[in-house]
């Protein structure tokens, strides 16, 4: 019987929620939470060893750590298959799942499956890996698509385990890694190509043989010669937002950002702001909502010179960035930069979360 | 820009140019668990960090750690 080992967040585990994201890891014998699911599809071809999980926080902030602990499971439990997700769009947790796959497949040599929504900011991360032993299943956006992620990843675990070759990425369903593989074929490349022309020029579909990578290469900003001297904004995406949500704000894959005025203000009091943000517990920031806007801080900069007086910008540009597209958060970014130039400001910090 | 982040590793990745590193995920620019005065304190060495990042030349992505330490 195939041996495997589920990797899920708190959430998924059945722990808890958002109060529970601060969890070491832990491992429990056999199937809890999703991985029941998992045991449900994989019926007599395999067994669910064990399950590990861990919050969502705390894999990020103690990465070492947390991936160390989940090594030191894994060797003990000795898996022919690690499974991790499906992660949905939960970001933290799809980029948990990606940075887990490649540690055991670098480390212990397995062959990992993972799932998630192809817009979770995991998938990128996988993409840059170009790691042969990972392969990643798209699902649905939300949790809604469990059984049907758990029936596709169940016997692709069994196929790992079992050490059969996987075919490529658009025959087999699991997303592209930027992997290419020689090939025997009966026509050369100009044959290929020239086909692949005709086709085009007649308007008909075809596979290109060589994707091109689309990627952003954002070239680094000249520096600001002196701080004290520039025009400086801030810009939050942990979504500190004045009391109410005036604008309303979503938790989750907003579309617009704003500014909100503090020039009179020296600091931003609890009460009076909030933050809206579906990523994270937002209790810290709402309790002190300079963990996500330093306006204290940067008041006091400005008594010490650091920043010149009148040299902060009036307002605060804000978008809770839980979940946002790529599409969406590259305009809403080619958006502030314009209203920034537009108004003079040299140099912006952004606090995220 | 200089991007203040506790998932500093994830903005790496994707290639921003000056990054400071930040506390935690739900309070990047402090620490709750610490006093108050020194609360505010690593928050203005955060911050000033980030100034000194703006300043700094880079020619690929960068990561500045502020002197009270990521973990407080």
């Keep these: 019987m195939i041996r495997i080992v589920h990797i899920l967040n708190q959430f998924f585990a059945g722990v808890g929620g958002e109060e529970k994201a601060d969890i070491a890891v832990a491992i429990v014998g056999g199937a809890v939470g999703a991985a029941r699911g998992l045991q449900v599809q994989l019926a007599e071809r395999g067994e669910v060893v064990g399950t590990i999980y861990f919050g969502d926080n705390y894999f990020h902030e103690h990465k070492d750590d947390a991936t160390a602990a989940i090594l030191a499971e894994l060797e003990k439990l000795r898996p022919d298959v690690v499974v991790a997700g499906p992660a949905f769009n939960a970001g933290r947790y799809g980029l948990a799942c990606v940075e887990i796959c490649h540690t055991v497949s670098e480390r212990l040599g397995l062959r990992c499956v993972t799932g998630m929504e192809a817009e979770n900011p995991g998938v990128s991360v996988y993409r840059d890996y170009h790691d042969d032993k990972i392969f990643l299943l798209p699902t649905a956006e939300t949790a809604s698509g469990m059984a049907r992620a758990l029936t596709a990843m169940a016997p692709f675990a069994c196929r790992l385990a079992d050490g059969e070759e996987i075919g490529p990425a658009g025959a087999e369903g699991y997303l592209p890694r930027g992997i290419r593989r ?19 020029v ?28 520039a025009n400086l904004a ?8 004045p009391w109410g949500n005036p604008d309303g704000f979503k938790t989750y894959r907003n579309t617009f950002w704003r500014k909100y005025n503090f020039a009179e203000l020296k600091t931003l009091e609890p009460g009076k ?7 994270y517990n937002v209790a810290f920031m709402n309790q002190n909502p300079h963990y996500g806007m330093p306006l204290d801080a940067l008041r006091a900069l400005e008594a010490d010179g650091r920043i010149g007086r009148g040299k902060l910008y009036p307002a ?30 040299d140099g912006v910090l952004l606090v995220a979360t | 820009m200089a991007l203040i982040s506790a998932m500093y590793p994830v903005a790496e990745q994707v290639g921003a140019s000056r990054i400071v590193k930040a506390v935690a995920i739900p309070h990047p620019c402090g620490d709750p668990n610490l006093p108050a005065e020194l609360d505010g304190q690593l928050r203005r060495e955060i911050v000033s960090t980030a100034l ?21």
């Design chain 1, 182 to 200: 020689l090939v025997r074929v009966d026509r050369t490349g100009a044959d290929r190509a020239i086909d692949m022309l005709l086709a085009k």
């Design chain 2, 52 to 72: 000194k990042a703006l300043e700094a030349k880079v020619d690929r992505t960068t990561v500045f750690t502020p002197k009270v330490g990521a973990d407080g």
């Design chain 1, 273 to 279: 702001w909030e933050a809206v943000h579906g990523g």
């Design chain 1, 234 to 241: 801030v810009i939050c995406t942990g979504g500190v937002v």
């Design chain 1, 316 to 345: 605060y540009y804000v978008i809770p960035g839980n979940q946002g597209s790529p599409a969406v958060m590259r305009r809403v970014g080619q958006e502030i930069s314009a209203d920034l130039k537009k108004d003079g400001v």
């Design chain 1, 202 to 229: 007649a308007g008909k579909p075809f596979a290109t043989e060589i994707p091109m990578e689309v990627w952003d290469r954002v070239e680094p900003a000249a520096p600001v010669a002196d701080a004290a001297a």
